[in-house]
């Protein structure tokens, strides 16, 4: 497979256009991971366009095709990734998706901000840490909110694997809403 551009605003808006004109089937896109902060004007570009999605089961095969041949002709690295991946679904997350538009028949989201954010913490890579930075400073997410849900989040978190690590967990989120120096 060839390298992919970064996705920027542009390129996210190209492909979501042509999302509506080659799906002609009810569905919902939910964009879920760097999107959502190129989308509020938060970072510059993302190398993968993250997504889950709601589809009725009749509609998903030509789905599918829609979005692979997407993928392939705008050069864009789609992948199904969600924050309920990686960590539990904080309490809410779906009232807290946010509507960002119609194209065609598809009605696109930005998922939960809070549930993007923890999960981020999890990871907590340096890339991560600053996303969260930048959506409590231009207050899309309210840090005492974000450690509520974290404490809501912890008991089922800490029975899913072997390899979760409440301790850094934490540990990762203060960090992150820790001022930068």
Not at 20 to 49: C, H, K, N
Request: glycine share 6%; charged share 30%; hydrophobic share 45%.
């Amino acid at each position: 497979m060839s390298p992919r551009e970064a996705v920027d605003r542009p390129r996210l808006e190209a492909l979501l256009r042509a999302l509506g004109e080659s799906f002609r089937f009810p569905a919902r896109l939910y964009l879920s991971g760097g999107e959502g902060m190129i989308w509020r004007g938060l970072r510059a570009a993302t190398q993968d366009v993250d997504i889950a999605y709601d589809v009725a089961d009749a509609h998903h095969d030509a789905w599918i095709r829609s979005l692979r041949e997407l993928k392939e002709r705008l050069s864009i690295n789609i992948e199904e990734a969600q924050p309920a991946d990686f960590i539990p679904v904080p309490p809410g997350a779906e009232s807290r998706a946010e509507f960002i538009g119609r194209h065609g028949s598809v009605d696109v989201f930005l998922i939960d901000p809070y549930s993007v954010a923890l999960a981020k913490a999890e990871r907590g890579l340096g890339r991560d840490i600053a996303d969260i930075r930048a959506l409590v400073a231009a207050d899309v997410i309210a840090p005492d909110k974000l450690r509520e849900l974290l404490e809501a989040i912890l008991p089922e978190y800490e029975r899913t694997s072997v390899r979760a690590d409440p301790v850094r967990f934490r540990a990762m989120l203060e960090l992150a809403l820790r001022p930068a120096t």
